[in-house]
């Protein structure tokens, strides 16, 4: 390039940046209102939308399920102790245990529960439920095939006896196993209830890491130790007794809080007055009360929605057991003089699972058994009677609460002794 071109182009003047135009000035009426919604932004987190009403069902299934045990210890109300005496006698003496109680007495939940808890400190946890009809053999093969890995070869000719399954067990046993037999008491042939003992003798002699956990009524104490008394020492049991009322507090608190449902003191206290401790019948009653309520668009539990709820669940049961639910709804109408005793024997057979005569010592007492013959189980001998559904004591009890406080009970409600109305859908 030309010399000249260089100086022309040094002395060409530079161009000079454009200067960035300012913002007009916010009004001071402007500028006030955009800080007050910054403000409210930062002081308000955004409201989060109501759940829909089968968001509130799902919850409801879950924070009150009374059709599936627990398996977290944080929902197993009431039952820290033998929770506790269950891990000290098999996980830390290496006993075999038997869980007893009622039905719906929360057995199931325990042995779950445990089960998991074993599982953490490395235990092999199997489970089943037992089967009327099974012989030593079918109730047995199922645990020593899992614990195999694979079918082991059985006797063909012969029944699988305690020394066979021993024998399968020794060579494979290098875990601890643990072995739940739920519903124990379902098995009722003698003869598969020596084999189960006989089994955990053998077990425990030979100092194996296998133990067995089984579940059942009372009934099943004797029965499995029947001609074994030495197994006492390598056995826990494990009485289940109905929750305190505490408990059941805690257990509708819970729920409740995960729903995010209140109820009213009135409403607590009916549930546990009906339920009598028994965990199923507090979550049933709970979880249908909670229903009504979604029903009506609201989300306190009162009482006029636990009262509905109760109704549902006596009239649910009452389809599946029509002929007691006829005969309490008779008893109760033609007995409204002797309320008070229909009562306690109600309240008696759900709290300890059986009545005595000699603790009625009454002759109404009497007549109302008499009348109610067709639904007893009556043990003579042992001077106990004892509901053939476990669980009716509680709806019979409902029942009697809604005769006695009819004047109180809303006319919208279905009548608890109206048990033959069909239920209209939801």
């Avoid at 009004?27 to 089968?54: V, W």
């Avoid at 494990?238 to 009213?264: H, N, Y």
């Amino acid at each position: 390039m030309p010399l000249f071109s260089w100086i022309a182009r040094w002395l060409r003047p530079k161009p000079q940046p454009q200067p960035k135009p300012k913002p007009k000035p916010q009004s001071k009426e402007l500028a006030r209102r955009m800080a007050a919604i910054r403000a409210a932004a930062a002081a308000e987190p955004a409201t989060p939308a109501p759940p829909t009403a089968d968001m509130l069902r799902s919850a409801i299934r879950k924070g009150f399920n009374s059709t599936q045990p627990v398996t977290s210890s944080s929902h197993l109300h009431g039952r820290q102790e033998q929770l506790e005496l269950l891990v000290e006698g098999v996980l830390d003496r290496g006993n075999h245990a038997l869980i007893y109680g009622a039905r719906g007495s929360g057995k199931t939940s325990l042995a779950r529960v445990f089960a998991n808890m074993a599982d953490d400190r490395g235990f092999v946890v199997l489970y089943s439920a037992c089967e009327p009809d099974q012989d030593f053999g079918a109730l047995i093969r199922p645990y020593v095939d899992a614990l195999a890995g694979a079918p082991v070869d059985w006797p063909a000719d012969r029944p699988v006896n305690p020394r066979d399954v021993v024998e399968q067990i020794a060579p494979r046993a290098r875990r601890r196993f643990i072995l739940i037999l739920d519903e124990f008491d379902r098995i009722t042939d003698s003869a598969v209830q020596h084999d189960v003992a006989r089994l955990m003798k053998m077990l425990s002699d030979a100092a194996m890491p296998v133990h067995i956990v089984a579940v059942g009524i009372a009934a099943g104490v004797d029965a499995l130790i029947a001609g074994h008394a030495s197994l006492r020492r390598h056995m826990s049991v494990i009485p289940i007794s109905r929750i305190e009322s505490q408990a059941v507090f805690d257990i509708i608190a819970k729920g409740a809080g995960s729903i995010g449902m209140g109820f009213t003191d009135a409403s607590r206290e009916t549930i546990a007055h009906l339920a009598c401790g028994s965990p199923y019948h507090v979550r049933l009653f709970c979880a249908l009360a909670c229903f009504e309520v979604i029903k009506r668009k609201e989300r306190k539990v009162d009482l006029p929605a636990t009262l509905a709820g109760v109704a549902r669940a006596v009239n649910d049961w009452a389809l599946t057991n029509a002929e007691d639910a006829a005969l309490f709804r008779k008893v109760i109408a033609t007995n409204s003089p002797h309320w008070s005793m229909i009562e306690t024997i109600a309240r008696t057979a759900a709290a300890h699972g059986f009545i005595t005569r000699h603790a009625l010592a009454d002759e109404r007492g009497e007549r109302i058994l008499s009348q109610l013959r067709d639904a007893l189980i009556i043990d003579a001998a042992e001077d106990r009677i004892a509901f053939q559904d476990s669980l009716a004591p509680q709806f019979m009890l409902a029942m009697l609460f809604a005769a006695q406080n009819s004047e109180k009970i809303d006319e919208n409600i279905i009548s608890m002794n109206d048990l033959h109305r069909p239920i209209a859908a939801e």
